[in-house]
């Protein structure tokens, strides 16, 4: 966390666009709308962050680690948002069509939204222990037939 303090601005917007220049595709993409669509209409706010965990625990340990990197640095980022002025919404707003596919105005202001969770709420959404993590995955591997 002090290593990120220190950084320079233009490092870090670095490694971000190093990171995510990376993937052949948007990390939510429109495979996820229907799932995503109805995570963001939960009105209950335990259960749409309970939601979002298990979204984010059938991604491959990598994809769910550079997810967790990206939306880390972005959280550090607007907890200084008082002197730079990129609040998580500001930030939600700008990383949104890097991470997921919009179709239209409405779902372009829901998404924005579900980018500003993930930034608001990075640290509990990744207090996942490794163990679980695994049992998860060989879960749905066994039931699903598939990898996650």
């Not at 870090?12 to 669509?37: A, G, Q, R, V, W």
């Not at 163990?131 to 749905?140: A, I, P, T």
């Amino acid at each position: 966390n002090n290593e990120i303090k220190e950084l320079d601005a233009s490092v870090l917007t670095s490694t971000l666009k190093t990171l995510l220049s990376k993937h052949d595709n948007i990390i939510f993409n429109e495979n996820f709308s229907p799932l995503l669509e109805k995570i963001i209409d939960i009105e209950d706010e335990f259960k749409r962050i309970q939601a979002i965990k298990f979204l984010l625990l059938s991604f491959s340990h990598t994809k769910f680690t550079q997810i967790h990197a990206v939306l880390k640095m972005l959280h550090v980022v607007s907890q200084h948002a008082e002197d730079n002025l990129m609040t998580s919404e500001n930030l939600a707003t700008c990383i949104m069509p890097t991470l997921l596919t919009v179709t239209t105005r409405d779902m372009m202001k829901k998404y924005i939204a579900f980018v500003k969770v993930l930034v608001d709420h990075c640290e509990e959404l990744f207090e996942v222990d490794k163990k679980f993590q695994d049992q998860f995955r060989s879960f749905v591997a066994d039931e699903c037939q598939t990898d996650v």
